[in-house]
């Protein structure tokens, strides 16, 4: 059987680096070759699991896109039920909204007002936590709804952006399958 490290290494092995994406200087961490790869995918839903099996969560939260793809199973293997955050105009009933500052102007995530209720545990989950900015806003919104953040969960976690440190000013925990250094 694998140990830890081995799976950890397994699941890096499978983030793609694409320089200069979306812009000159980036390097963009994909996670598609993640999903692509089953083992992988299996690896890192596993390592979720683990983490939150005995959480009592509720819902998970998944932000728009790539927190679909890893909440959703996670969600079927906690006996939970799956809630989306998206951008504007995208969910078809009543929805609350949270607007967030960016480098560069702002950002609006939206989700349906019936989503949760007072008493729920919500575990918010995306791809990736670089500044933190959606994160903190999705917690907001899940708060906003009278529901509780158990915890907001990445597959990957940018460390020099420092969005952990964001997210845990608003008094939610963290948790990073890998974390890069990006030196």
């Known amino acids: 059987m694998m140990t830890d490290v081995n799976n950890l290494q397994y699941v890096r092995e499978h983030v793609r680096e694409v320089p200069d994406f979306p812009k000159k200087g980036i390097l963009f961490l994909d996670v598609t070759t993640i999903v692509k790869d089953a083992k992988a995918f299996n690896l890192c839903i596993d390592f979720l ?3 939150f099996k005995d959480a009592n969560i509720n819902y998970i939260a998944g932000i728009e896109s790539r927190g679909f793809i890893f909440g959703a199973p996670l969600a079927c293997r906690l006996n939970a039920g799956f809630i989306t955050i998206r951008k504007p105009n995208k969910l ?11 480098e560069y102007g702002t950002d609006t995530i939206e989700m349906h ?9 919500v575990l918010v989950i995306d791809d990736l936590l670089a500044t933190g900015g959606t994160a903190v806003a999705a917690c907001n919104l899940v708060k906003k709804a009278g529901a509780e953040v158990a915890a907001a969960a990445f597959i990957i976690e940018l460390d020099p952006l420092k ?14 399958m890998l974390n890069y250094d990006l030196d």
């Open 92 to 102: 078809p009933a009543d929805t609350i909204k949270e607007t967030y500052s960016l």
């Open 113 to 121: 007002a019936d989503a949760v209720k007072a008493g729920d545990r």
């Open 49 to 51: 699991y683990e983490k």
């Open 163 to 176: 969005g952990r440190e964001k997210i845990e000013a608003s008094g939610v925990d963290v948790v990073s």
